[in-house]
Structures are given as structure tokens and as C-alpha cells.
């Protein structure tokens, strides 16, 4: 895609995100930010009469693993010891992050939407933007998932390959919903994907998790080539069982940390975008990250470590999308096997 077409791809997301006139939208970025993107945002946002400025960050594109590297890569240290830079996000009326190692779980999100500015994280390739560009219809979806989900009070997961968990949602359960873009003061979303999580009672999570052949590993980047058998009690994993090569990394991963908080559940929830490719992972590698994999349509996605709303902060997260699951929520599926069956949440 060339310069032209990507900055007509970032005006038509930024329109979406209702950028107008007068606003001050800042791109963060790093050294290691998708070649053009910060240029053809710049040039998006002036077509549309806001300004715009660039503020780089320290850091690298770097493996989801332990680090102790130089602290001062480290962008909430920036944030601390950089006044200006703080002062620059308090102002933005939206920030665009470009970085290549994303700001969802540092302290520019977080002074970013506690000012009220929108913030959306782009990654991905253009050729992938542009296949799962945002609809309306997605939107609804999404927006129709997060209602029931503040009407339940119990989900249930199961599948022929052994899964049966079963977790329990309070009056005030964190709900997420990601449909790719942000218009809302105060609200992060991610360009591009399409599903509604949420972040259940802790200690309801129990049951059985049974990985099969397909499902994904994120950030490992893997699909599942044998089953691994996961025991889940009270929101913690007690046991993991398996003889493949990704069971001995899966366990490797959180062994690597030398953290008890990495063994705890996280968010819960599926994917509705019927333009995210289950397959995607298998041609674009460690080059992606990760959004088909996360918002395939009927996939049962959960994940492990940090929560915020518990104040866990561990930095090893698991995102682990899941073929062939049925969901149920109160007893009623909304999912079987694999396939969405809600009329709500249906492509119509």
C-alpha cells in the first residue's frame, strides 16, 4: 500500500473516530513503529483541520518475556521522569498509538483516558486494516454482547475436546467491547478487531480448559498441534497436563517469570468480527499482532495475569483464542460449537 492510499485508510478510521476540526491528536510512537504510519497519520489528521504531533517514546519492539534490560527503555519511567511528555498526552484530545510494543498496559493509557481523550492502538499490517476495517454492524454486535453481559450472572464454556468452565459475573463485572475505532471521551479501542469481554468474580473460575488442535497461543504465536488439559481452581491454574511441544512451552513461559500471579485467569469473553481470518496466523507469523486470532467470529477467547481491577500487574499474559466452544450464558447458548446462534449477535 502506498503513502497516498494508507493516509486515505487512517482519514477514513480517524472520521470514524470523529476527529474534526480544531482537535489536538498526538501520535505516539518508537524507533521501531511500522515504517509510514506515523507520516500517514500526521498527513490524516491535517486533512481533517486537527493537529497533529508526533511523541516518540524509548523502548523497542521486544518479546513478551522477562526483562531487565536498560530501565530507561522503560516508558512509564519516561512518563515519570519526562514532565513535557506527560503534559503533551493531559492536552490530546485523542492519542494514535503506533508504538511497536503498545501502551495498553503502561501509564501513558492510563493519563491518556483519565483526561478524557480517546486512544486507539494500531499494529497491524494495511492489507490487514483494511480487510477488518470497521462497521456498524460490527459495532452493534458488540455493543448487543456487552448488554447481555450485564445481564448475566453465569457463563458456562464447553467442547467435545473435554473444556467444561464455568465463572460467575457481579453487578459491576468489568465489560470490555472492541470494535475498532473510539468516539467516545475516555474510551480505548484497538483498529483493528471485533469482540466483548469481561472480567469475571475471581473466584468463580473453575473447571477444565482443554486446549485442541487450532486454538492459539498469543504471544507465543502458535497454534495447538496436541490437546493440553488445563485445571483451573477458583480462578488460579493448578495443573497443566500434555505430551506436545506446546504444552512444554506453554508451561515454560509462565515457569519463566518466577511470578505466582501469571497462573491466574484474566478476562473471558468471544469474537464476533466475521472478517478476521482464523487462519491469518499461519501467513503472518510474529508480523502480526495477533487481532484475527483475537476477533475470529464464535471463538471462545480467555486469557491469564494481569488485572487491573484486582491490581495484578504481572506483565506475562496469555491470550488464548479457542475453536469449536459452546457458551452459554444463564443456561442459554449463544454459541454452539464454534458457530454464533444469538440472533443478536448473528451477521445479518
Known amino acids: ?34 515504517v509510514g504510519y506515523v507520516d500517514a497519520f500526521l498527513a490524516a489528521i491535517e486533512s481533517l483541520g486537527a493537529h497533529g504531533v508526533n511523541l516518540q517514546f524509548p523502548g523497542i519492539r521486544h518479546a513478551h518475556l522477562p526483562y531487565s534490560g536498560r530501565q530507561t527503555r522503560d516508558v512509564d519511567i519516561f512518563i515519570d521522569s519526562v514532565p513535557q511528555a506527560m503534559e503533551t498526552l493531559k492536552k490530546a484530545n485523542m492519542v494514535v498509538d503506533v508504538t511497536a510494543e503498545g501502551l495498553v498496559h503502561t501509564k501513558a493509557r492510563a493519563v491518556t483516558l483519565n483526561n478524557g481523550a480517546r486512544m486507539l492502538m494500531v499494529w497491524e499490517k494495511p492489507e490487514i486494516l483494511e480487510r477488518m476495517f470497521p462497521r456498524e454492524s460490527l459495532r452493534k454486535r458488540v455493543e448487543n454482547s456487552i448488554d447481555m453481559l450485564r445481564q448475566t450472572e453465569t457463563m458456562r464454556v464447553t467442547s467435545n475436546a473435554g473444556t467444561d468452565i464455568s465463572v460467575r459475573l457481579a453487578s459491576n463485572t468489568p465489560i470490555i467491547g472492541q470494535y475498532g475505532y473510539t468516539d467516545q471521551p475516555g474510551r480505548w479501542d484497538h483498529f483493528a478487531g471485533g469482540f466483548a469481554a469481561f472480567y469475571p468474580i475471581e473466584e468463580s473460575v473453575n473447571g477444565r480448559i482443554v486446549l485442541d488442535t487450532g486454538d492459539i497461543l498469543l504471544p507465543l504465536n502458535r497454534y495447538v498441534t496436541s490437546p493440553i488439559d488445563i485445571t483451573i481452581k477458583n480462578g488460579f491454574i493448578t495443573d497443566i497436563k500434555g505430551e506436545g511441544l506446546e504444552t512444554e512451552l506453554f508451561k515454560q513461559y509462565f515457569e519463566s517469570w518466577n511470578d505466582k500471579e501469571v497462573y491466574y485467569t484474566s478476562h473471558f469473553g468471544w469474537g464476533l468480527d466475521e472478517t478476521a481470518l482464523w487462519e491469518a496466523l499461519s501467513f503472518y507469523g510474529n508480523e502480526t499482532y495477533g487481532m484475527d486470532a483475537r476477533a475470529f467470529s464464535g471463538n471462545f477467547m480467555w486469557s491469564t495475569g494481569p488485572n487491573a481491577h484486582v491490581k ?29 446462534i444469538e440472533p443478536s449477535l448473528k451477521l445479518v
Open 1 to 34: 500500500m502506498n503513502f497516498t492510499e494508507l493516509t486515505k485508510l487512517f482519514r477514513d478510521e480517524l472520521v470514524l473516530c470523529r476527529v474534526h476540526e480544531g482537535e489536538f491528536v498526538v501520535v505516539a510512537s518508537q524507533a521501531e513503529s511500522r
Open 312 to 340: 495484578r500487574y504481572t506483565k506475562c499474559h496469555y491470550d488464548i483464542p479457542m475453536r469449536n466452544c459452546t457458551i452459554a450464558l444463564d443456561g442459554k447458548e449463544i454459541i454452539k460449537e464454534g458457530t454464533v
